[in-house]
């Protein structure tokens, strides 16, 4: 009975694929995060670009482990498979920038943040200067009608001023100024945070609605009455409008510029890695290999091989407790040397 080597090491499913997945998941979630921010909200090209990313990145470790399975060209695809392992690193790298991208923005989290509420907060501050617009204007009006005490004021003077604030401060402007208000609170109420990438979405909204609110006010503006000098629309000389693009601007450079590495990346990235890369530690080599040097850094594979289980033979008792046996065994011996004595004898 003897020991054979077992040629039969296959690719096998062990829980580190199950880790592997776990990984390879969240840094397709990440890298969709990071891709979404780098391309300014473009989800339907963000997804697909994330799609060839988590692929790649997948084969970048499990192509190593299908090669050290292999049970042929073991020469041939040992350089392979040392090509694909010690380039891993830097291709890991390199494709892992979209998800390193996503930690960054996290990093400068409240930054971005309070440039979002600072355009909030600019675009609430235009109803007030609109408001204030409109009572200087009420005032030069009042002085262009003759008018010095509000107890002397006559019916037909009223009726005007009554007129210009209906004009200025009309119903549509209540229902302007409260349907923005609350559409704006609702922006920023909640637990805002930059891994919710559809605060995007409410930035791009935010910027289209608050010029649209602006052009609203400057229509509200543009009644002129008769009696009026002088009348310039409303065109925001705080800058208010001016002051929220630029805030957007920031805020979009906050998150769409690429900036280094913050330590937290570094960090998932050495774990992720180490997570991937479980199926190839995992994997065993072909018992072929034994022996050589087709190991992934050229050291001679003295790994015992594995024994085989010894094939159940019929059990044949020569002893004296069968005679039976001896018989036959005696018989076959001398029909052995007859044959001899034959084949002597034709030579």
Known sequence: MSDNIQFNEKLKFSWGHIIAALALIAIAYCTFVGVVYLLKGQFLISG???MVITLLIGLLFLIPQQLKATERRFEKRIKWERAFIFASPVLFIVLMIPF???????HRQQQILDSFNQT???ATGMFDQYETYCNIRTMNY???LGIADTADISVENANKLEILHLALLSSNYDTLKNSALAWMDKSVSGDVSTWNVFILGNITEIQSAIHQWYDDLQFFSATKLSEEEEVKAFDNTSQYINDIDNNIATLTANYSNIVGFSPMTLLWLLLGYAMLLFPYLLQSRHSKTIGTNWTLFGFRNKKTPKPSKPQQENPVSNGPDNPDDTASFS???QTS???????????
């Open 120 to 122: 909030i907060t600019s």
């Open 337 to 347: 040397d007859e044959d001899e004595k034959y084949e002597s004898f034709k030579m």
């Open 48 to 50: 697909l670009i994330t």
């Open 142 to 144: 009042r002085h262009t």
């Open 331 to 333: 018989h076959n011996t």
């Open 100 to 106: 390193s991208h996503a930690w960054t923005v996290h």
